[in-house]
C-alpha cells in the first residue's frame, strides 16, 4: 500500500544526547569580585591585628624605659626642665591659642570630623578609602589604650590649664589622632591631585595641625614632651599600617 511504502521510505530520527548536566557547586564561586573582597577583608585585618601586636609592644617597652630606666634618666630630666619652662612662661594669649588647639583634637570634634570624612568619601563610592581611615583610627585607639593602661605614666608635675583626662601621660593620643585623621585627608588629596604643590600645602598642613597639638599639650602641662613623641610616631605607624591593609583592595578594586 502507499501509506506503508512511504512509512517504510521515511529517514529514521535518532535522539541526539543529552549534554551532562554541570556540577553543582555555590554561585559565589564563580563571583571573582567576591573572592577578591574576602581575601582583601581577610588581609586587611591580618595586617592590622599585626599592626596592633608590634606597636603595643613596641611602645610599652619604649614608655616602661622611660618611667623606670636608669638608662632614660638623663631624658626625664629634660622631660622635667621643658615642663617648667613651658609653665613658667605661660600668657594669656598663648592659654588661648593653646586651648583652641587641644579641643580640635578632643574626642567630639575629632568624630565629627571622621564622620564627614567618611560620609564624603561614601559619597563617592571610595568604600576602601573609608575603611582606611576607621581602620586607621580604630588601631590608633586601641594602641593608645592599651599602651597607656600599661605604661601608667604619671602627668608632669605642674599647674595644669584644663579638664585632666582619666588616662595617664604616655603616649600622646591627642598628637596620633591629629595625623591619622588628617593624614588620611592629606593621603587623599595628594591621590587626587599630583600638582606637588597641593601635596606639599596639604602634608603641610598636617605637620603644622600635629606640630601645634603637640606644643599646646605640653604648654597645657598634659604631657611631657617624649609624650607627643611618641604620639607622633604612634600616628605616622598607625596611618601605614592602614594604608598597607588596604592596599588588596585599591590594586584590584574590591571594594571600589
Given amino acids: 500500500m502507499a501509506t506503508e511504502s512511504a512509512l517504510s521510505s521515511a529517514p529514521t530520527v535518532v535522539p541526539r544526547p543529552m549534554a551532562p548536566a554541570a556540577p553543582p ?6 563571583d571573582p569580585s567576591r573572592t577578591t573582597g574576602s581575601l582583601g577583608a581577610r588581609s586587611a585585618t591580618a595586617i592590622v591585628a599585626g599592626g596592633y601586636v608590634v606597636l603595643v609592644l613596641t611602645l610599652w617597652a619604649i ?6 630606666a636608669s638608662a632614660f634618666a638623663g631624658v626625664r630630666d629634660v622631660d622635667a626642665d621643658v615642663n617648667r619652662w613651658m609653665a613658667e612662661h605661660r600668657t594669656a594669649a598663648l592659654d588661648a591659642v593653646t586651648g583652641f588647639w587641644t579641643t580640635a583634637i578632643n574626642t567630639v570634634p575629632a568624630v565629627v570630623v571622621a564622620v564627614l570624612v567618611a560620609v564624603r568619601l561614601g559619597f563617592w563610592r571610595r568604600w576602601h578609602d573609608v575603611v582606611l581611615v576607621v581602620s586607621g583610627l580604630a588601631l590608633e585607639l586601641s594602641v593608645f589604650l592599651t599602651v597607656n593602661a600599661l605604661v601608667d ?17 604616655f603616649p600622646s593620643g591627642h598628637v596620633a589622632a591629629t595625623i591619622v585623621l588628617y593624614g588620611s585627608v592629606a593621603l587623599f588629596v595628594s591621590l587626587a591631585h599630583r600638582r606637588p604643590v597641593v601635596q606639599w600645602l596639604a602634608w603641610g598642613a598636617v605637620v603644622l595641625f600635629a606640630g601645634s597639638v603637640a606644643v599646646s599639650r ?8 617624649t609624650d607627643v613623641v611618641a604620639g607622633a610616631l ?19 578594586g574590591g571594594a571600589s
Avoid: F, I, K, N
Avoid at 605640653?218 to 614632651?225: A, D, I, L, T
Fill in 234 to 252: 604612634l600616628g605616622v605607624a598607625c596611618l601605614s599600617v592602614a594604608v598597607v591593609a588596604t592596599q588588596p583592595w585599591r590594586r584590584e
Fill in 25 to 30: 557547586g555555590p554561585a559565589a564561586a564563580d
Fill in 153 to 169: 605614666r604619671p602627668r608632669p608635675d605642674v599647674p595644669r590649664l584644663g579638664e585632666l583626662p582619666q588616662t595617664s601621660s
Fill in 63 to 68: 614608655g616602661h624605659g622611660l618611667v623606670h
Fill in 218 to 225: 605640653v604648654y597645657r602641662g598634659m604631657h611631657h614632651p
